[in-house]
Every structure is written in structure tokens, then in C-alpha cells.
């Protein structure tokens, strides 16, 4: 049980840091084209992935990040 846990886990991280790449990307381009909606979409929805996967994984300040970060995307759409 524990093996398939970390296999969870590390599958978690690998996702995040996918997430967190997309985030880092689509903040960058929206600070050169504030009006991008594809971009501000793309932000979206990585940042409410990454908080249901890091709820899942019980990370609950990662989840509370990204839910006030998927707060103020919202706000800007």
C-alpha cells in the first residue's frame, strides 16, 4: 500500500510542476498581452487542476493557494 501511495505522490509532483510551468508561462504572456483569453483560460484551468490533485493528496495549502489564485483569474475574466 505504501509503494502505490508514493507512486500517487510522485505522480502528484510531476503534475504540479507541469502545472506550475503552465502558470509560470501563461503569466508571462499575459504580462505581454493582457487580453489574451486563451492564456487567462490556460491559467484557469491549471490552477483548478492543481488544486483538486493537491486536495486529493491532502496538501491542503497548495489547494488553498491555488483556489485564491483561481480566485483572481476568475475575477479577471
Do not use: N, W
Not at 13 to 33: D, Y
Not at 62 to 76: K, N, Y
Amino acid at each position: 500500500m505504501s509503494s502505490l501511495r508514493d507512486s500517487a505522490f510522485e505522480l502528484f509532483l510531476e503534475e504540479a510542476a507541469e502545472h506550475l510551468a503552465t502558470l509560470e508561462s501563461g503569466l508571462l504572456r499575459l504580462e505581454q498581452e493582457p487580453a489574451d483569453g486563451a492564456a487567462l483560460e490556460a491559467l484557469f484551468r491549471a490552477a483548478h487542476t492543481l488544486k483538486g490533485s493537491a486536495a486529493l493528496m491532502k496538501r491542503p495549502l497548495v489547494s488553498t493557494l491555488a483556489h485564491r489564485l483561481e480566485d483572481i483569474l476568475e475575477d479577471l475574466q
